[in-house]
């Protein structure tokens, strides 16, 4: 069993600049059972995008911060082991954008989440505004992006944004590490087609797939 963890720590508030979504992209694991994704900072998860160093960008500096983001998320998304977003404090804009790449998320009760980019004038780039399909419903993205609400966790996790909630995910997190990893990567293949193939062809795919990760 093995399991990979990234800490974020900018000593502050976490902000997503490009070191940071750079440093991210560098810790991906290729193989293992689990990644893990936290903050190194008390009841400090992230707060988004770095703002001081997005008004210094011109067009090709923006257009490039956004590619990086977009492409480490789907990086996240297209890796074989169970990934989970452990977090704890405020998880707002790009953070959660970050953390809606993930196929877990827990947090504790103290923990709020927001995407105010409403509020600031801008619009996200990292991919927040189509990815959220994956998880929420129509009502719960709209109470996000468009009437920029705070949700707490308890209000996260009854819209489906959140997995858990709890102080300690201890014991959950030793039964993802212990599942079968080649089990897990044709769950994983098999749940990235789901929307686009039919059941035959999806049964056919199984087949496939569960020869190839014997």
């Excluded at 039964?175 to 990235?192: F, G, H, I, V």
């Amino acid at each position: 069993m093995s399991a990979c963890e990234i800490v974020l720590d900018d000593g502050g508030m976490n902000l997503l600049s490009s070191s940071m979504l750079r440093s991210i992209r560098a810790q991906l694991p290729s193989s293992g059972e689990l990644l893990m994704l936290r903050s190194g900072r008390p009841h400090i998860f992230a707060a988004g995008a770095d703002m001081a160093e997005m008004r210094a960008f011109g067009a090709a500096e923006a257009e490039e911060f956004a590619r990086m983001g977009q492409e480490l998320f789907a990086a996240i998304e297209r890796l074989p082991m169970i990934t989970v977003a452990l977090i704890d404090g405020d998880c707002f804009g790009g953070a959660l954008d970050l953390v809606l790449a993930f196929d877990l998320r827990f947090s504790t009760p103290r923990s709020r989440f927001a995407h105010p980019g409403g509020k600031l004038g801008i619009v996200t780039g990292f991919g927040g505004t189509s990815r959220w399909r994956q998880t929420i419903d129509r009502a719960a993205a709209r109470r996000l992006f468009l009437g920029n609400e705070r949700l707490t966790a308890a209000e996260a996790l009854e819209v489906g944004l959140i997995d858990r909630v709890g102080e300690s995910f201890d014991g959950e997190l030793r039964r993802l590490e212990s599942l079968d990893p080649a089990t897990t990567r044709l769950m994983k293949e098999l749940s990235a087609h789901a929307g686009r193939l039919s059941q035959r062809d999806l049964m056919l795919l199984a087949e496939r797939l569960g020869a190839l990760y014997r």
